[in-house]
């Protein structure tokens, strides 16, 4: 069992009082459920940045691709003051091995997409992106974000859960030092994960890592994660999914009797039509590592990407 895994988190959805209106936004799954799970870093950047509890509502406006930070009701201005702050707490956070970020959604500090901009007229339209989220994601691109209103969507939550737990296995790789060979093994144990996002770029990565030894060491490993987690980013479909599976199948051949093949294709086209969640295969395919003793699927992140009691492909 990894160290848990340390994510930033707005501080509202920990059930923290630190809202403009001096309430919270405690989301019971991120607190309760994944906390097991991972060490939270709070950040409220209206708190933090000088506002206070209560203060007056704030919202953007202007230039989508530089708006302006105004309080509602006085019209004042303080983009600068939480600009300023932002850059120095993302500089801060660089300390904090942060694997993760889950923003407020709406807000419009910490919204990651469709926060409402108002135009000269007083006319909003979500088109926005909140001054300290936009800050993060452009200080640390390769860590994965998301809102908590979009991780109630099981794709997108069994997504990101799935990126911070292979991000923090990158990291603890990483850490054990620059052996090529410690690279092999990690894509060794991800290729099929990686492929059920984009059999593109698992080939692009295998082409990277079999070459490993033409390319310097940190060359090489900023160009294997970048590719890792654009790959990630992507979404795992039935089809692809199936895919994977099907190449599963293909390590038993020789073991798999008539009735356990047919069985497997049956499942698996079940999956294929949505009558299956993707839990169902693959708790078969781990019946038949098990059985068959299956050395190569045993070791692969795929068939077990994150913990199970988070079941999170019992929806997927």
């Not at 590719?227 to 293909?250: D, R, S």
Request: hydrophobic share 35%; charged share 25%; glycine share 8%.
């Amino acid at each position: 069992m990894m160290d848990k895994i340390r994510i930033g988190i707005s501080s509202c959805l920990l059930g923290e009082s630190v809202r403009y209106d001096g309430g919270h936004k405690l989301d019971r799954f991120v607190r309760d459920t994944l906390g097991l799970y991972v060490d939270y870093v709070p950040v409220c950047p209206e708190v933090e940045c000088g506002f206070g509890i209560p203060r007056e509502s704030m919202h953007l406006e202007g230039d989508p691709r530089s708006p302006r930070l105004v309080t509602s009701r006085t019209k004042k201005d303080v983009t600068g003051q939480m600009v300023t702050w932002a850059q120095n707490r993302v500089a801060e956070l660089e300390g904090e091995d942060l694997c993760g970020f889950i923003f407020k959604s709406n807000s419009p500090s910490s919204g990651m997409e469709r926060v409402k901009i108002f135009d000269d007229k007083g006319m909003p339209r979500k088109i926005g992106i909140g001054l300290f989220a936009g800050i993060f994601m452009n200080h640390f691109p390769l860590v994965p974000v998301e809102e908590e209103g979009r991780l109630h969507d099981p794709v997108l939550r069994e997504s990101f859960i799935e990126r911070i737990f292979t991000l923090k296995r990158w990291r603890e790789m990483i850490g054990q030092g620059g052996k090529i060979g410690n690279l092999v093994d990690f894509h060794s144990r991800h290729k099929l994960l990686i492929m059920a996002h984009s059999p593109k770029h698992s080939t692009a990565l295998g082409k990277l890592v079999a070459g490993a030894k033409a390319v310097l060491e940190e060359e090489r490993y900023g160009q294997y994660q970048s590719m890792l987690m654009e790959a990630l980013k992507l979404k795992a479909t039935a089809k692809k999914n199936a895919n994977v599976l099907q190449h599963l199948m293909g390590y038993f051949k020789k073991q798999l009797s008539a009735d356990e093949k047919r069985e497997l294709l049956e499942v698996l086209d079940h999956y294929q039509q949505g009558h299956f969640p993707l839990i169902v295969p693959i708790t078969l395919i781990n019946h038949y590592v098990r059985k068959y003793d299956q050395p190569y699927l045993k070791i692969q992140y795929y068939l077990n990407p994150h913990p199970l009691e988070l079941q999170l492909r019992n929806h997927v």
